[in-house]
């Protein structure tokens, strides 16, 4: 190593190696969340869009179902968003703003 | 009662075979009876790093299928009479090797070894899974980069759920985190990732730090497990890591740079 290595090694924050770092953080969080899921989810969510779509026709990615662990329990998360011309269901959402924010 | 250790990574060329090597003779130098078995069906290497390529007569195959006894099959180390040498199959495919005959291979070596070392293969097909099925501790090998470290964790995960001790509710496998090809000088430079942040992304206890060392590279070219090279800092690293494996408070080396003077510290050397 030379005098201007000395020099480049005092800026740490930017360097490749916290880049990976963080990079990897992110990652194997993310892939340990998916790892302690059941492998049913996707029939689920499968099973439940064709019996939605018995009463009203839903769009392929309108429906969400997610596993979250809260404590010492895990909650099945279900989320359905319903088309707007959707009269057959009572639709709460999505509510309309008559005067959008900028 | 003897322990079944697997030497694993997911990734490729992180050191696999040279730590199962390594490992084997340092424990072997310690005086256990091991065992070493290459679960590397149609790429068989640990022959080749153990430097007893051309003593092959039967593999692990041969014994699974009954074509061979386990004697006939295991080599006895020239250097080392308490360390025997269980070849992988060249010629079969990996879909030779069964849960059973596997099982039954292992409860034969366990009645005349200590310590069992089960080198994988790389990736998660049926080598890899087989042989940390039945696995007591895991070596899990790492190198300081990205993708190494991911696979690690992903082996780490199937450790936890598809061996025999999860399927059975035993206690877990021990895990150990074996950092290789480690250079200090690259982690001050910010090149590489520390040994601090692979094991805050991994959390596993760090059995050892093996350095980037040219002594590796020599001694596979010449079939000679780099633990018995105990002029080199690889082999001094091995031995180490064997100690503190087996139970010895050793401090971790090779983890900082070695003091270097003004001089070469100015102008490089």
Known sequence: MGLLDYFRSRTPNTSSASVAKERLQILVAHERSERNKPDYLPRLQRDLLEVVRRYVHVDDNAITVTMEEDGNHEVLELNIVLPEEAAAAPKPKPRQRSHPRR | ?269
């Open chain 2, 1 to 269: 009662m003897s322990r079944i250790i697997v030497v694993t990574s997911g990734k490729g060329g992180v050191g696999k075979t040279t730590t199962s090597a390594a490992f084997a003779m340092g424990l072997a130098m310690k005086g256990y009876k091991t065992a070493v078995i290459d679960f590397d069906v149609g790429l068989r290497n640990l022959d080749l790093i153990m430097g007893c390529e051309r003593r092959v007569v039967y593999d692990f195959v041969n014994v699974i299928n009954g074509e061979a006894t386990l004697n006939q099959a295991l080599i006895r180390d020239k250097r080392r009479d308490n360390l025997s040498i269980l070849p992988a199959s060249q010629t079969r495919d990996k879909e030779s090797l069964t849960q059973e005959g596997v099982e039954r291979v292992l409860n034969e070596l366990s009645e005349t070894f200590e310590y069992i070392v089960c080198d994988s293969p790389a990736g998660i097909e049926r080598g890899a899974t087989l042989a940390m099925y039945f696995a007591d501790d895991a070596v899990v090998v790492t190198n300081p980069e990205v993708s190494s470290v991911r696979d690690s964790d992903r082996m780490l995960g199937i450790l936890a759920s598809k061996s025999r001790r999860a399927e059975q509710g035993l206690e877990p496998i021990k895990e150990y985190l074996l950092l290789t090809r480690y250079s200090p000088e690259r982690v001050r430079l910010g090149e590489m990732l520390s040994v601090a942040d692979v094991q805050d992304i991994l959390s596993l206890h760090l059995l050892g730090v093996i350095p980037e060392s040219k002594s590796v590279l020599s001694a596979s070219n010449s079939g000679t497990p780099v633990t018995l090279d105990e002029k080199s800092d690889a082999g001094q690293a091995y031995r180490d890591v064997v100690r503190r494996y087996l139970g010895e408070r050793v401090p971790h080396r090779f983890v900082e740079e070695e003091k270097k003077g003004l001089f070469s510290r100015l102008f490089g050397g």
